[in-house]
């Protein structure tokens, strides 16, 4: 099965599981569940079971449950807008706790197969550690590194057929090799991997003459009885790590700054793209991939944003403290509109991916 296929479906069962966790809580105060659909219409295939259509859908960027009277209030027992507010809003956020459960499952699975931690020179040259490997932690684009086709997370094995056992010394053989053709050995998975690039005679100093960044790391692995600890932290560590990531980019628009190096803003078509690599670079680099991904998907469910999860408990919140429910046409207005631009927006940064993956195409 072709790579990007695996990521594609693995992205699915994430998206299934979400909308499992509305389902399940949906079903318990019971409410009416009139469709189950993974990815987004039209319909590729549809069937009726009890009360509840479960669908296969063309667009393979998210999942639904339609639920009776979530869209418009009905006056029906059955009906999502007849329940009490904290029921709503367990049934809504259920979906946001299913990542976050799933990332733990996840990162805890991770943990066993091996967690890539970076150690120093001084620990390797007191013996503290004595098995490591040299890993790609950053490719710069469009430098020689990353249009010779090296990714993020290889392991550097050699340079012009020479072993290398430290960051210095591939640093010292790619400045001596300025301007000439250099082949570069790298481990991705169980497989040895050949590039041939030209390091840069000129070029920025943190960048390097190749661009690419280098670092020692070893891979940690821990037993099963503690994998669910390490999970857990990995799960919390990786929440942080988004916010902060989620605040950068928002500070970044507002005063129109760019990112800092390094960091960028991908969508679906990069996702898939960078899944691709992980997945290639080895089971443990798809486990942390996977793991971000969700957890990133849980964060983004929960911004109070109208048309997601978090939008809709804002409208909750405000249904509790003012006493009665936003209109509503103005609620649906709002859901509408924001559909409309997070659709809009997706479009946008698909367009984008594709032509940062070098797929020449024109907005305008």
Known sequence: MPTFLIIIISLLVLIFFHELGHFIFAKKYGVRVDEFGIGIPPRIFGKKIGETIYSINWIPLGGFV???????????????????????????????????VIAFIVFSAHSVTGVRTVVSEEDIEKGIENDWEIVIGEVVKESPADEAGIRMYDSLVSINDKEIERPNEAFKILEEAKGEETKIDVLRGDEVVSFSLVPR???????GSVGMAMLLATQKKYPLHQAPIEGAKMTVQTTFMVLSGIAMAISSLLTSTPLPEGMDVVGPVGIVDIGAGAFTSGISDFLRFLGLITVSLAIFNFLPIPALDGGRLLFLAVEKIKGSPIPEKVEQGLNGAFFLVLISLMIFVIFRDLQNLGIGINFF
């Open 201 to 207: 005679k000129e070029y920025e100093e943190d960048e």
């Open 66 to 100: 339609k639920l009776h009277g979530e869209d418009e209030r009905i006056d029906d027992e059955r009906s999502f807008s007849s329940k009490p507010i904290y029921q709503r809003a367990i049934i809504l956020f259920a979906g946001i706790a299913a990542f976050f």
